[in-house]
Each structure stands twice: as C-alpha cells, then as structure tokens.
C-alpha cells in the first residue's frame, strides 16, 4: 500500500513539472529551415551561414548565436544592428544580400557536406539548436560577372526609379507600397531570364529580407515596440540589382511601432 502511495506522489511530481515545463515553453516558437554554410574563399576557418525563419501569430527576436566548433559566431547586418526581429506570420531569411551569421575561428575542414552544428537564442523562442550542412565554396567573381553582363544589356533607355510609402494594416502589420518608373514588376518563368527594365523587389527591415516582391505591394507582419528601417531594392529576373548613377536603386523609411 504503501509502495502505490510513493508511485502516486512520484508520478504526481513528473506530471507536475512536465505541465510547468511546458507552460514556460512558447506556443509558437520560430522555426528554422534550409540551414546552409558557405566557406568564404581566402578567409581560413570562415563560413557565411543562411537560413529561414518562420514565425505564425507573434513576432520573435535573434539575440545571438553560437557554436561549440567556432570561436565567434557575429550577426552580420547591413544596417549594423546586432538584433534581428523577425515579423509575425513571416518567412524572412538570413541570406547573402542582407543580414547573416559570421563564423570565424571554425575547427576542422570546411568540406562540402560537413554538419556544423548552432545554437540561435530568440527572445520569445528560447535556444534553438540546428545543423549548418557545408555548401560549395563562394565564388566572389560571380556577382560582379552577372552585373557586368547585365549592364552591357541594360544600354537602352533609363534606369528604374523606386519610392516607398509605409502604412498600418491589420492585425499590427505595415503596408508597403513602390511606386516604380521604367520597371515592371515580372514573375519571371521556371528559367529566368533577363528582361532590360524588367524583375522583382527585395525587402528588407534592418538588413533582414523578408521576401521577393513581385507586385507593387507587400506586407509586413506585427512587430515588437521600436524603429526599424524598412527597404527595398529592384533587381533583374536573374536576382541581380539594378544600379544607377547613385548606386543600387532602393528605397528606404523609417517604421516606428508604438
């Protein structure tokens, strides 16, 4: 009788702290997804690190992260931030034309296939621990050979204009609307090609993008309190950006959430 009684107060305590545990855990956490590490060519034990979020009803915030073969793991931002917010109901992405994670210090060969494994600390979501699977090596020339190819195309007429306003949407989200000259906003096909004047936007909020833009119009979920800088920038079906006499042609504005 008196085994059943300690097995009864026993099993009482786990159910108690499994309720307590699960009570302290978010709904919702952020989700991670196509985790992937690129070696940076002439920088020893450096990666570049990409991945995508997911958030549903509430916005979350990347604090830090960290990993056991790295000695420094920094968020990199073009705006120099060093938080990432990340909107409700979004898909946003840690990508190579914005805001990423920097290893450097990395233990170990940096071949193709290898598993380095990270932890990202959220402020709503807790530590989340992933695996980087290792890419093939950057290639720095790329992106300068697209752009000059494109150019040597892009010689007829002028080159597009970009502005930007932002309103309140529902439900905490922000509205935001391009008006273009000389551009016009294409899907693209399963084989992109270039069209001159012809692509898509990219949008950015502190140097993290949270999507492609193929209409005039998109969204941006529910945010925490703060300023943030919201951007967006034209690029050619084949991802390239489009420049002018100033430079890549953007548009930027200040979001304040009260």
């Known amino acids: 009788m008196r085994r059943s009684v300690i097995i009864a107060?026993?099993?009482?305590?786990?159910?108690?702290?499994?309720?307590?545990?699960?009570?302290?855990?978010?709904?919702?956490?952020?989700?991670?997804?196509?985790?992937?590490?690129?070696?940076?060519?002439?920088?020893?034990?450096?990666?570049?690190?990409?991945?995508?979020?997911?958030?549903?009803?509430?916005?979350?915030?990347?604090?830090?992260?960290?990993?056991?073969?790295?000695?420094?793991?920094?968020?990199?931002?073009?705006?120099?931030?060093?938080?990432?917010?990340?909107?409700?109901?979004?898909?946003?992405?840690?990508?190579?034309?914005?805001?990423?994670?920097?290893?450097?210090?990395?233990?170990?060969?940096?071949?193709?296939?290898?598993?380095?494994?990270?932890?990202?600390?959220?402020?709503?979501?807790?530590?989340?621990?992933?695996?980087?699977?290792?890419?093939?090596?950057?290639?720095?020339?790329?992106?300068?050979?697209?752009?000059?190819?494109?150019?040597?195309?892009?010689?007829?007429?002028?080159?597009?204009?970009?502005a930007m306003t932002l309103k309140p949407a529902a439900n905490g989200a922000t509205l935001v609307r391009m008006q273009v000259e000389n551009f016009t906003f294409d899907p693209g096909g399963k084989i992109p090609q270039h069209v001159p004047g012809h692509g898509h936007g990219h949008l950015y909020l502190d140097g993290l993008k949270l999507q492609r833009v193929y209409t005039g119009e998109a969204l941006i979920g529910a945010l925490p309190a703060g300023r943030y800088e919201v951007r967006v920038t034209l690029n050619s079906n084949l991802h390239v950006p489009y420049r002018n006499a100033d430079g890549q042609v953007s548009a930027a504005a200040a979001l304040v959430v009260q």
Not at 48 to 66: N, R, Y
Request: aromatic share 2%.
């Open 9 to 162: 107060a026993l099993s009482l305590v786990l159910i108690v702290g499994i309720l307590v545990w699960r009570s302290q855990m978010p709904s919702d956490p952020v989700g991670l997804s196509a985790v992937q590490a690129q070696a940076m060519q002439g920088e020893a034990g450096v990666a570049h690190v990409t991945l995508v979020f997911e958030t549903t009803d509430e916005p979350d915030v990347l604090i830090s992260a960290s990993s056991p073969v790295a000695s420094q793991v920094e968020i990199v931002s073009p705006m120099g931030v060093s938080r990432l917010t990340i909107p409700a109901r979004s898909t946003p992405s840690l990508s190579s034309d914005g805001a990423y994670l920097r290893l450097s210090g990395l233990e170990g060969d940096l071949s193709e296939g290898r598993l380095i494994p990270l932890t990202l600390t959220f402020l709503r979501s807790g530590e989340q621990t992933v695996r980087a699977r290792v890419g093939e090596p950057s290639d720095p020339h790329a992106q300068h050979m697209a752009m000059a190819a494109m150019a040597a195309q892009d010689t007829q007429g002028p080159a597009p204009t970009l």
